[in-house]
């Protein structure tokens, strides 16, 4: 049985590595921008005053679950060392 590198498989294999590594690339490059990208839309675009008063951003609360929920995770979850 001839080795696949014997029969010409080589070109066509790192081809597709490439191909995969570059879509890769990309899909991480925009899934790290997009945070940013929806807080630039919306201090530009998005009006935050109702009836007077000034609506805190949207975008930071999610932020803040986030670190209180890590926080409270791993602060309950210390006893099991």
Do not use: K, Y
Not at 16 to 21: Q, R
Not at 39 to 58: E, Q
Request: aromatic share 12%; with cysteine.
């Amino acid at each position: 049985m001839r080795s696949p590198i014997a029969a010409g498989w080589s070109g066509e294999r790192v081809f597709v590595v490439l191909i995969l590594m570059f879509f890769s690339l990309l899909f991480w490059a925009f899934f790290e921008q997009a945070g940013s990208s929806l807080n630039n839309f919306t201090d530009r675009n998005v009006d935050r005053v109702l009836g007077g008063h000034r609506i805190a951003p949207p975008t930071s609360v999610p932020c803040r679950v986030r670190v209180l929920s890590r926080t409270v995770m791993r602060g309950s979850l210390s006893f099991l060392r």
